[in-house]
C-alpha cells in the first residue's frame, strides 16, 4: 500500500489481489478504511471466506439493498450459514448416535 495509498483504485485491486491470494485479514483491513460499494462488497467477500457470518452480515447491511451484487453477495451468505448449521446438525446427531 506504500506506492499509492490515497488512489482509491489502487486499493480496490490491492484488496481484490489479497482476497483472491486469500490473505482476508490485510483485504479487510484496507478495505474498511474506504467507505464505497465496491470495498464493502470485497469485505463482505473477505469475512465470508474466513467465516466470519456476522462480521459479513453486519458488513451487507451497510451496502446497498437493491444492487444486484449485494444481493448476490447476501444469498451467499445465507447459504454458508444454512450449511454452517446443517454441518453442525450432522455433528450433533452423530455424537448422540455413539
Same mark, same amino acid.
Given at each position: 500500500?506504500? +506506492? *499509492?495509498? @490515497?488512489? @482509491?483504485?489502487?486499493?480496490?485491486?490491492?484488496?481484490?489481489?489479497?482476497?483472491?491470494? /486469500?490473505?482476508?485479514?490485510?483485504?479487510?483491513?484496507?478495505?474498511?478504511?474506504?467507505?464505497?460499494?465496491?470495498?464493502? %462488497? +470485497?469485505?463482505?467477500?473477505?469475512? %465470508? @471466506?474466513? /467465516?466470519?457470518?456476522?462480521? *459479513?452480515?453486519?458488513?451487507? +447491511?451497510? *451496502? +446497498?439493498?437493491?444492487?444486484?451484487?449485494?444481493?448476490?453477495?447476501?444469498?451467499?451468505?445465507?447459504? #454458508?450459514? @444454512? #450449511?454452517?448449521?446443517?454441518?453442525? $446438525?450432522? $455433528?450433533? #446427531?452423530?455424537?448422540?448416535?455413539?
Amino acid at each position: 500500500m506504500a +506506492l *499509492c495509498p @490515497e488512489s @482509491e483504485e489502487y486499493r480496490t485491486y490491492y484488496v481484490q489481489s489479497s482476497v483472491k491470494a /486469500g490473505s482476508w485479514l490485510d483485504a479487510t483491513r484496507v478495505s474498511s478504511s474506504v467507505q464505497s460499494q465496491r470495498m464493502r %462488497l +470485497l469485505q463482505t467477500q473477505a469475512e %465470508l @471466506e474466513q /467465516g466470519s457470518l456476522q462480521s *459479513c452480515r453486519t458488513t451487507l +447491511l451497510q *451496502c +446497498l439493498e437493491d444492487d444486484p451484487e449485494t444481493i448476490i453477495a447476501m444469498a451467499t451468505m445465507i447459504h #454458508q450459514e @444454512e #450449511q454452517t448449521a446443517n454441518d453442525n $446438525k450432522t $455433528k450433533i #446427531q452423530t455424537r448422540t448416535n455413539i
